[in-house]
């Protein structure tokens, strides 16, 4: 299909459908979920980093340019469309600390969501592996193995999980890729690897699936695939502090009128 927009025009499209200011990693992420641009460089977000910042008011270079579409806000370091910025700041002006605690919060977890995965993406093919493999077992897993290259068959790593008062056969296999989508063709092969033997696939990526790989992961009649993406690997990670630690931080919320009625 023909690329009808380009990055600014695709950013604008998404700022136009909100009613905040988005970090550049918010702004990346719709864009992608609507399909608005494809991305082909190593490193889409700092792509999409200098577009926005060559596009926003107050943000000033030699090779800048001479049109402009974005507001910044320098404090919490989001972008919103420029005809909006006189709502944008008396809206600011209105909320809570309480709510601007929670929003410091929400961008914080972004970025540290980002840093993790970069993490991720830094490690070697069998460092992943071993990654999976030891995530599996936080979830429930057993007796799983790391398969030797020799030997994979495309398959990476074998297991069992516990159905009622069964065991699964399971199998997974990982692709720690820094740019590009899984597609079909790799969720294809890897079910004809486990087809006969296993119950169950689970495909692990650092990057993402592309919609056809996401359309053929169940198949009537074929061993389903589970497809875990980056996004979603980080998200396990958090739900089970499985390589992340946890702080809990006290917020207090004034509810003296209860005690005093």
Known sequence: MKQERTITQAAIEVLKHSDRTLSVSEIYAKIIENSLYDFHAQDPLSVLRVELRGHAYGIDYPSASSKKFFSYDEGSRTFGLANRNIKQKKNQEDVTPLTKLRELHRQYTDEFKCQILKQLKRLNPYDFELF??????????????????????????????????????????????????????????????????????????????????????????????????????????????FGIEHEELPIYVNALDHVLS
């Open 132 to 241: 999976c493999k030891n995530l599996l077992e936080k979830y429930g897993f057993h007796n799983l193995t790391v398969t030797k290259k020799s030997r994979d068959g495309g398959i990476d790593g074998h297991g069992k999980l516990k159905v009622g008062l069964a065991f699964m056969n399971v199998a997974f296999q990982c692709k720690r890729w820094e740019t590009g989508k899984v597609s079909r063709k790799e969720i294809d092969a890897f079910r004809g690897a486990v087809q006969g033997e296993y119950e169950q696939g689970l495909f692990f990526t650092t990057s993402s699936f592309s919609k056809e790989a996401e359309n053929s992961s169940i198949k009537p009649g074929a061993v389903p695939i589970i497809l875990v993406d980056g996004n979603m690997i980080v998200d396990f990670m958090i739900d089970k502090h």
